[in-house]
């Protein structure tokens, strides 16, 4: 493995079988187990609308999380660079999914919504502009093939 190469492995687990394993539709669990050495498993299961548990995590809203996630640190990255100092970042992320009569689906979109606040008032508008070079950054948003937009709003202050 080169510097350019990086991997990544983990394990899904279901743990979903209630008996009688996949012999009818409503007949089994979605819960699984993500397991990466290490670390806390995560509980996931399917979205409710799907037969998921509502206390679990789903995909499309791990998908959306990664998305702002490596939004946020792409940005941070970025504004070191450009000498911004960042004291706070939320991000109130969106994503719109659809259905397709066959069953299948995918993402339409995503919004991401950052709340930035940096220290010094001269470095708003830059701020604002260096979302773009983060989402060139970004190795999950690059990665997709649906548009991730962008609606930021920064502030001066300390937090």
């Given at each position: ?99 397709n ?35 060139q950054?970004?190795f ?20």
């Amino acid at each position: 493995m080169t510097l350019s190469e990086h991997r990544y492995a983990l394990t899904v687990q279901w743990t979903g079988n209630l008996g009688g394993g996949t012999s009818s539709y409503r007949g089994y669990s979605r819960d699984h187990d993500v397991l990466i050495p290490g670390l806390p498993a995560l509980k996931g299961s399917a979205d409710p609308t799907f037969h998921g548990d509502r206390e679990r995590y789903n995909p499309e809203q791990l998908l959306l999380a990664a998305l702002a996630q490596c939004h946020m640190l792409s940005f941070l990255h970025v504004a070191v660079k450009h000498g911004v100092v960042v004291t706070d970042y939320r991000d109130e992320a969106t994503g719109l999914m659809k259905l397709n009569r066959d069953g299948s689906g995918q993402f339409e979109r995503v919004t991401l919504r950052p709340q930035v606040t940096v220290t010094d008032g001269r470095h708003l508008e830059l701020a604002g502009q260096l979302h773009h070079e983060a989402n060139q950054l970004c190795f999950i948003a690059r990665s997709v093939n649906f548009p991730v937009e962008h609606a930021p709003v920064t502030v001066a202050g300390q937090r």
